[in-house]
């Protein structure tokens, strides 16, 4: 399937909320199409270049479908919108279009099936309680319910502060008990770096 690209500085997850100030010539026509269309783009994560300008020379093999759910025009004359992570993709190849707007042909990847929420995730969804009450966090209005282990993996990546490339590696795990596991490893790692 061929799908409009939106590089940014960040990694979108299936269930998360993203709010976007939308200036730019090719995104605002990518964003009309969509409405129009009732369709999605893709958020993938840039590994080389800028957000702003030309295409960005390097950008993540996987990223996150999004769908518009909010749009508003802002103060400033800017149109924002708010879009939500809805499925997960790889890109298998890219090309730029005249106005810069890049389009990837993507393969729609397939989550594991979901398990319930035990004893042994007790930890981190008190850290996700704890990182909902922080102002920023708050802002965005994510939903609190956390339904099983996939919306609190997903959660967990998109909001702690890991490094764009770890988030990404963890944005292409399908397995949400793996994808737990790979935050609890990283979160072991940041706390190492800090007493050590």
Known sequence: ??????????????GCLLDLQIFEARYLDMIGR?????????????????????????????????????????????????VEGVRRFRVEQTDVLRDQLM?????????????????????????LVALGEHPMVEALDMPREVDGRQSLANQLAYLLPFMEEDK?????????VQRLEAIQTLLERIQGELFA
């Open 103 to 127: 389009v990837g042909e993507v393969q729609w990847l397939v989550d594991q099936a979901d398990s319930p929420l035990g004893e042994q995730d007790d930890d981190l969804l008190a850290l």
């Open 1 to 14: 399937m061929t799908l409009p690209l939106f590089p940014l500085n960040t990694v979108l997850f299936p």
């Open 168 to 176: 990404v590696d963890l944005l292409a795990i399908d397995s949400p």
């Open 34 to 82: 969509c409405m129009k269309q009732g369709e999605g783009f893709g958020v993938v994560c840039i590994l080389e270049g800028d957000q702003v300008g030309k295409a960005p020379a390097g950008i993540a093999e996987f990223g996150c479908e999004a769908l518009i759910r909010d749009f508003v025009q802002q103060d400033n004359g800017l149109l924002g919108i708010r």
